[in-house]
Protein backbone atom coordinates (compact mmCIF):
# COMPACT_ATOMS: atom_id res chain seq x y z
CA UNK A 1 0.00 0.00 0.00
CA UNK A 2 1.10 3.52 -0.16
CA UNK A 3 3.03 4.82 2.52
CA UNK A 4 0.88 7.92 2.06
CA UNK A 5 -2.53 6.32 2.70
CA UNK A 6 -5.09 6.50 0.10
CA UNK A 7 -7.68 8.46 -0.59
CA UNK A 8 -11.29 8.60 -1.29
CA UNK A 9 -13.60 11.28 -3.49
CA UNK A 10 -16.83 11.35 -3.86
CA UNK A 11 -17.57 12.19 -7.69
CA UNK A 12 -20.72 14.54 -8.10
CA UNK A 13 -23.19 16.01 -10.39
CA UNK A 14 -24.22 12.82 -12.57
CA UNK A 15 -27.71 13.51 -12.43
CA UNK A 16 -30.45 10.74 -12.54
CA UNK A 17 -28.98 7.73 -14.91
CA UNK A 18 -31.39 6.34 -17.54
CA UNK A 19 -30.77 3.60 -20.07
CA UNK A 20 -28.57 4.06 -22.77
CA UNK A 21 -26.76 6.89 -21.02
CA UNK A 22 -22.94 7.28 -21.90
CA UNK A 23 -21.74 6.59 -18.09
CA UNK A 24 -17.92 6.60 -18.97
CA UNK A 25 -18.44 10.11 -20.45
CA UNK A 26 -20.72 11.28 -17.66
CA UNK A 27 -18.26 9.99 -14.85
CA UNK A 28 -14.85 11.48 -16.64
CA UNK A 29 -17.07 14.84 -16.99
CA UNK A 30 -18.20 15.28 -13.90
CA UNK A 31 -14.61 14.39 -12.41
CA UNK A 32 -13.57 17.41 -14.21
CA UNK A 33 -16.37 19.36 -13.07
CA UNK A 34 -14.63 18.75 -9.97
CA UNK A 35 -10.92 19.88 -10.74
CA UNK A 36 -10.09 15.99 -11.01
CA UNK A 37 -8.37 14.85 -13.26
CA UNK A 38 -7.70 10.61 -13.40
CA UNK A 39 -4.12 9.12 -12.75
CA UNK A 40 -2.64 5.72 -13.39
CA UNK A 41 -3.81 3.15 -10.62
CA UNK A 42 -6.76 4.98 -9.38
CA UNK A 43 -9.37 3.01 -8.93
CA UNK A 44 -13.29 4.29 -9.50
CA UNK A 45 -16.11 2.22 -7.70
CA UNK A 46 -19.64 2.52 -9.11
CA UNK A 47 -22.37 1.45 -7.74
CA UNK A 48 -25.06 -1.02 -9.63
CA UNK A 49 -27.70 1.16 -9.42
CA UNK A 50 -26.45 3.27 -12.08
CA UNK A 51 -25.14 0.70 -14.27
CA UNK A 52 -28.17 -1.21 -14.24
CA UNK A 53 -30.21 2.23 -15.28
CA UNK A 54 -27.62 2.55 -18.17
CA UNK A 55 -28.17 -1.18 -18.97
CA UNK A 56 -32.41 -1.00 -19.66
CA UNK A 57 -32.22 -3.31 -16.36
CA UNK A 58 -35.12 -1.56 -15.16
CA UNK A 59 -38.63 -3.34 -14.93
CA UNK A 60 -42.08 -1.98 -14.05
CA UNK A 61 -43.81 -3.44 -10.67
CA UNK A 62 -46.71 -2.56 -8.88
CA UNK A 63 -45.09 -1.39 -5.32
CA UNK A 64 -48.74 -1.78 -3.55
CA UNK A 65 -48.93 -5.94 -4.53
CA UNK A 66 -46.51 -6.76 -1.05
CA UNK A 67 -45.85 -9.83 -3.56
CA UNK A 68 -44.27 -8.26 -6.28
CA UNK A 69 -41.29 -8.13 -5.42
CA UNK A 70 -40.66 -11.81 -4.26
CA UNK A 71 -42.56 -12.88 -7.01
CA UNK A 72 -39.77 -10.72 -8.86
CA UNK A 73 -37.17 -12.09 -6.95
CA UNK A 74 -37.76 -15.79 -7.57
CA UNK A 75 -37.92 -14.94 -11.24
CA UNK A 76 -34.25 -13.45 -10.79
CA UNK A 77 -33.14 -16.44 -8.71
CA UNK A 78 -31.71 -19.98 -9.74
CA UNK A 79 -32.74 -21.36 -6.36
CA UNK A 80 -34.36 -20.42 -3.26
CA UNK A 81 -32.42 -20.76 0.05
CA UNK A 82 -34.27 -19.77 2.69
CA UNK A 83 -37.74 -17.30 3.21
CA UNK A 84 -39.11 -15.52 6.01
CA UNK A 85 -41.83 -13.07 5.64
CA UNK A 86 -41.66 -11.27 2.70
CA UNK A 87 -37.78 -11.48 3.11
CA UNK A 88 -36.41 -14.02 0.29
CA UNK A 89 -32.72 -15.32 0.26
CA UNK A 90 -31.96 -16.29 -2.87
CA UNK A 91 -28.47 -17.62 -5.16
CA UNK A 92 -28.80 -15.33 -8.42
CA UNK A 93 -27.51 -16.62 -11.76
CA UNK A 94 -24.12 -14.35 -11.33
CA UNK A 95 -23.80 -16.99 -7.54
CA UNK A 96 -24.66 -14.73 -5.18
CA UNK A 97 -26.28 -15.90 -2.34
CA UNK A 98 -28.31 -12.33 -1.36
CA UNK A 99 -31.34 -11.06 -0.30
CA UNK A 100 -34.46 -10.58 -3.07
CA UNK A 101 -31.92 -11.77 -6.06
CA UNK A 102 -30.65 -7.93 -5.43
CA UNK A 103 -33.55 -6.63 -6.69
CA UNK A 104 -34.01 -2.92 -5.39
CA UNK A 105 -37.07 -0.18 -5.00
CA UNK A 106 -34.84 2.37 -3.29
CA UNK A 107 -33.35 5.29 -5.50
CA UNK A 108 -35.80 4.57 -8.38
CA UNK A 109 -39.11 6.13 -9.56
CA UNK A 110 -42.45 4.65 -7.84
CA UNK A 111 -43.74 1.94 -9.89
CA UNK A 112 -40.12 0.35 -11.15
CA UNK A 113 -37.51 -1.87 -9.46
CA UNK A 114 -34.15 -1.97 -10.44
CA UNK A 115 -31.90 -5.53 -11.16
CA UNK A 116 -28.64 -6.82 -11.09
CA UNK A 117 -26.79 -6.69 -14.59
CA UNK A 118 -26.66 -9.51 -16.25
CA UNK A 119 -22.85 -9.65 -16.36
CA UNK A 120 -21.06 -7.64 -14.23
CA UNK A 121 -17.73 -8.33 -14.75
CA UNK A 122 -18.69 -7.32 -18.31
CA UNK A 123 -19.82 -4.19 -17.56
CA UNK A 124 -16.48 -3.15 -15.69
CA UNK A 125 -14.75 -4.11 -18.42
CA UNK A 126 -16.64 -2.00 -20.85
CA UNK A 127 -16.71 0.69 -18.62
CA UNK A 128 -12.74 0.75 -17.61
CA UNK A 129 -12.37 0.41 -21.60
CA UNK A 130 -13.88 3.46 -22.40
CA UNK A 131 -12.91 5.45 -19.49
CA UNK A 132 -9.30 4.15 -20.16
CA UNK A 133 -9.78 5.80 -23.63
CA UNK A 134 -11.11 9.12 -22.68
CA UNK A 135 -8.43 9.75 -19.73
CA UNK A 136 -5.63 7.60 -21.58
CA UNK A 137 -4.98 6.02 -18.15
CA UNK A 138 -4.81 2.51 -16.45
CA UNK A 139 -7.64 2.72 -13.62
CA UNK A 140 -9.42 0.16 -12.17
CA UNK A 141 -13.38 -0.02 -11.89
CA UNK A 142 -15.61 -2.26 -9.21
CA UNK A 143 -19.34 -2.44 -9.61
CA UNK A 144 -20.80 -1.96 -5.97
CA UNK A 145 -23.96 -3.60 -4.19
CA UNK A 146 -25.04 -3.45 -1.05
CA UNK A 147 -25.19 -6.86 0.54
CA UNK A 148 -26.36 -8.43 3.95
CA UNK A 149 -23.54 -11.23 5.78
CA UNK A 150 -24.36 -14.32 7.32
CA UNK A 151 -24.35 -13.82 11.51
CA UNK A 152 -24.03 -10.13 11.26
CA UNK A 153 -26.37 -7.16 11.59
CA UNK A 154 -26.08 -4.46 9.25
CA UNK A 155 -25.34 -3.96 5.57
CA UNK A 156 -22.19 -3.26 3.38
CA UNK A 157 -21.48 -2.47 0.35
CA UNK A 158 -19.38 -5.63 -1.60
CA UNK A 159 -17.85 -5.94 -5.50
CA UNK A 160 -20.27 -7.85 -7.57
CA UNK A 161 -17.73 -6.72 -10.64
CA UNK A 162 -14.15 -5.75 -11.48
CA UNK A 163 -12.13 -4.90 -14.07
CA UNK A 164 -8.45 -4.14 -14.35
CA UNK A 165 -7.98 -4.75 -10.17
CA UNK A 166 -7.53 -7.73 -8.22
CA UNK A 167 -10.85 -8.95 -6.99
CA UNK A 168 -8.96 -11.25 -4.29
CA UNK A 169 -5.10 -11.02 -3.43
CA UNK A 170 -3.36 -14.16 -2.61
CA UNK A 171 -1.06 -13.82 0.45
CA UNK A 172 -0.85 -17.74 0.95
CA UNK A 173 2.82 -18.26 1.18
CA UNK A 174 3.92 -15.09 2.44
CA UNK A 175 5.21 -14.74 5.44
CA UNK A 176 3.90 -12.51 8.78
CA UNK A 177 6.07 -10.06 10.48
CA UNK A 178 7.01 -13.17 12.91
CA UNK A 179 8.28 -15.19 10.03
CA UNK A 180 5.61 -17.81 9.96
CA UNK A 181 4.32 -18.72 6.52
CA UNK A 182 0.63 -17.85 6.04
CA UNK A 183 -1.40 -20.37 4.47
CA UNK A 184 -4.84 -19.82 3.94
CA UNK A 185 -4.97 -16.04 3.78
CA UNK A 186 -6.65 -14.16 0.65
CA UNK A 187 -8.04 -10.94 1.17
CA UNK A 188 -10.94 -10.00 -0.49
CA UNK A 189 -9.47 -6.17 -1.48
CA UNK A 190 -12.41 -5.47 -3.46
CA UNK A 191 -14.87 -5.95 -1.18
CA UNK A 192 -12.77 -3.25 1.25
CA UNK A 193 -12.43 -1.27 -1.39
CA UNK A 194 -16.43 -0.82 -1.84
CA UNK A 195 -16.82 -0.99 1.86
CA UNK A 196 -14.44 2.15 2.01
CA UNK A 197 -16.49 3.91 -0.96
CA UNK A 198 -19.60 4.00 0.71
CA UNK A 199 -18.55 5.87 3.29
CA UNK A 200 -18.71 9.11 0.99
CA UNK A 201 -21.22 7.53 -1.11
CA UNK A 202 -23.46 7.06 1.28
CA UNK A 203 -27.50 4.98 0.74
CA UNK A 204 -29.33 8.30 -0.07
CA UNK A 205 -26.59 11.39 -1.61
CA UNK A 206 -26.85 10.94 -5.01
CA UNK A 207 -22.67 9.73 -4.58
CA UNK A 208 -22.72 6.96 -7.00
CA UNK A 209 -19.53 6.83 -8.02
CA UNK A 210 -15.91 7.24 -5.51
CA UNK A 211 -12.13 7.37 -6.56
CA UNK A 212 -9.92 5.57 -4.37
CA UNK A 213 -6.47 6.75 -4.87
CA UNK A 214 -3.14 4.84 -3.42
CA UNK A 215 -3.86 1.57 -4.04
CA UNK A 216 -1.30 -0.30 -4.68
CA UNK A 217 -0.05 -1.25 -7.90
CA UNK A 218 0.48 -4.22 -8.01
CA UNK A 219 -2.54 -5.16 -7.34
CA UNK A 220 -3.60 -3.86 -10.95
CA UNK A 221 -4.58 -6.89 -13.00
CA UNK A 222 -7.04 -8.65 -14.80
CA UNK A 223 -9.98 -10.13 -12.46
CA UNK A 224 -13.50 -11.34 -11.94
CA UNK A 225 -15.39 -11.51 -9.27
CA UNK A 226 -17.39 -14.19 -10.48
CA UNK A 227 -14.32 -16.44 -10.80
CA UNK A 228 -12.28 -15.03 -7.90
CA UNK A 229 -14.85 -14.00 -5.26
CA UNK A 230 -17.88 -16.56 -5.68
CA UNK A 231 -17.13 -19.70 -3.60
CA UNK A 232 -17.53 -22.85 -5.41
CA UNK A 233 -20.31 -25.07 -4.44
CA UNK A 234 -17.72 -27.87 -3.73
CA UNK A 235 -15.97 -25.39 -1.68
CA UNK A 236 -19.30 -24.08 0.90
CA UNK A 237 -19.61 -25.27 4.01
CA UNK A 238 -23.04 -23.75 4.34
CA UNK A 239 -25.23 -24.99 1.50
Given at each position: ??A??I??F?????????????????????????????????????T??????????V??????????K???????????L????????????????????????S???????V?L????D???R????A??H?A??????????????????????????????????????????L???????????????????????G??????????????????RE?????????????????
Amino acid sequence: MNAAGISIFGVEGLGEIRHGDPLAELIVGALADQGVGLADHDVLVVTQKIVSKAEGRVVAIDHGDPDAKRRLAEAEAVRVLRRRGDLVITETAHGFICANSGVDLSNIAEGYAVLLPLDPDRSARGLRDAIAHLAKGEVGIIISDTFGRAWRRGVTDVAIGTAGIAAVVDLRSTRDHLGRELVATEVCVADEICAAADLVMGKARRVPVALVRGIDSAWFRESSVRDEVVRPPAEDLFR
